[in-house]
């Protein structure tokens, strides 16, 4: 779109007249005409202002970041970077998939989406580099990752107009940053970030908006939406929590004394454990749940604790394998209408029940197998393996 259509845009969704953003900005009202029909331009000086009084941003003002991007393709190639991520060892999956992204990048510069998975990507590179000496050879090549995280997700940030990509990008960012311990810029982008300390949050006031604008349909579905809504807002909450669990128990492993790590992790698991006895929450916790079970195995393993490593390990079986006969028989019961899937657990439930298979998990398990071997000696893996395939 053209400046002056842009002008007239946003000017409207304003609800403002020519007159009332000419008096904005001390001009007349013919500039202003002159402006949206193009027949003249504003000048330097009162660009910077014509976006405030417009509340945008001056890329937006002139057209960028308005592309619109293919969202299939786009979930296709995430897809595939999900599987490579998945393959050999973790930091060479890592590797291959933040590779993977960067030539989809290439190919399409205004996918949005894809960039800020690429940046995402070399955000989870970045552990791999501090903790396990990648590319330390040759530290030239590790600076081009990250300039190319920078500046793609620099280009999400200033011109994709997606709330949720711009919050991804920032967080992965500040992830960047924090490995390369320049802390002063991750700051920054932790600022961007919504935070929940100030309590006010949209799920807090949401499900009464959904009640109120619904009331006129009738009770039951004045019902139904606020059900929904606040299933919607449980849901996010846990997830929440549960990475914040999943974050303590893996620097916990590392980092604290083995009876801090035990005392966090068991905690942990019975609070996902509670949130589980809700169907419509199991989604949201079985990932977590694996990831922490994950730390606490490796935290008995390097502490000589073999047998609880691999009651642990039998638990988490025993919980995996509900898992997906549940999923298997509510995906059978609606009979290919993903719709009614959703209805009843809501598009992110649905969409991780539909692909939580036994192929799928059998996979994810081996990749944590193989993660645990790595972080022990093979005298203790060996002891372990027994136990846990007695």
């Known amino acids: 779109m053209s400046l002056g259509n842009n002008i007239k845009k946003f000017?409207?969704?304003?609800?403002?007249?020519?007159?009332?953003?000419?008096?904005?900005?001390?001009?007349?009202?013919?500039?202003?005409?002159?402006?949206?029909?193009?027949?003249?331009?504003?000048?330097?000086?009162?660009?910077?202002?014509?976006?405030?009084?417009?509340?945008?941003?001056?890329?937006?003002?002139?057209?960028?970041?308005?592309?619109?991007?293919?969202?299939?393709?786009?979930?296709?190639?995430?897809?595939?970077?999900?599987?490579?991520?998945?393959?050999?060892?973790?930091?060479?999956?890592?590797?291959?998939?933040?590779?993977?992204?960067?030539?989809?990048?290439?190919?399409?510069?205004?996918?949005?989406?894809?960039?800020?998975?690429?940046?995402?990507?070399?955000?989870?590179?970045s552990r791999f580099v501090s903790y396990n000496g990648l590319f330390a050879e040759d530290e030239a090549i590790w600076q081009k990752y990250v300039k190319a995280a920078v500046n793609r997700g620099t280009q999400v940030i200033r011109y994709s107009?997606?709330?949720?990509?711009?919050?991804?990008?920032?967080?992965?960012?500040?992830?960047?940053?924090?490995?390369?311990?320049?802390?002063?810029?991750?700051?920054?982008?932790?600022?961007?970030l919504p935070s929940i300390a100030n309590n006010m949050l949209q799920e807090t006031i949401n499900s009464y908006y959904c009640s109120a604008e619904s009331a006129k349909e009738g009770e039951w579905l004045r019902f139904e939406t606020w059900r929904d809504s606040v299933r919607d807002n449980f849901q996010n909450f846990i997830r929440a929590i549960n990475k914040q669990f999943v974050y303590t128990a893996e620097t916990s492993m590392w980092s604290c004394p083995f009876e801090e790590t035990e005392r966090h992790c068991l905690w942990a698991l019975s609070v996902m454990d509670r949130f589980m006895n809700r169907k419509e929450m199991i989604a949201h916790c079985q990932g977590f749940y694996r990831e922490t079970v994950k730390y606490l195995v490796a935290a008995y393993l390097r502490n000589g604790k073999l047998e609880q490593a691999a009651d642990l390990w039998k638990n988490l079986m025993q919980k995996i394998d509900e898992y997906v006969r549940f999923c298997d028989e509510e995906v059978a019961a609606v009979k290919g209408q993903k719709a009614l899937l959703i209805k009843k657990f809501g598009e992110k439930s649905a969409n991780n029940m539909e692909g939580y298979t036994r192929e799928w998990i059998d996979s994810k398990l081996q990749f944590i197998l193989n993660q645990l071997k790595s972080w022990c000696d093979d005298v203790v893996w060996s002891k372990f393996e027994k136990l846990r395939l007695s």
């Open 11 to 125: 000017r409207k969704e304003l609800g403002l007249t020519q007159e009332e953003l000419a008096g904005i900005l001390c001009v007349t009202s013919q500039a202003v005409s002159k402006w949206e029909s193009e027949a003249g331009l504003p000048d330097t000086a009162q660009i910077v202002p014509l976006a405030r009084a417009l509340n945008v941003s001056t890329d937006a003002l002139f057209g960028f970041g308005r592309e619109s991007y293919d969202m299939a393709a786009a979930e296709k190639i995430l897809k595939e970077a999900d599987t490579l991520r998945d393959s050999g060892s973790q930091m060479e999956g890592a590797l291959k998939a933040a590779d993977f992204l960067d030539g989809k990048c290439e190919e399409d510069i205004f996918n949005y989406r894809v960039l800020m998975c690429y940046v995402q990507s070399v955000a989870h590179l």
């Open 161 to 192: 107009g997606e709330k949720e990509l711009i919050e991804k990008c920032h967080y992965a960012l500040a992830w960047i940053y924090w490995h390369k311990q320049d802390f002063t810029k991750g700051r920054e982008h932790i600022a961007a």
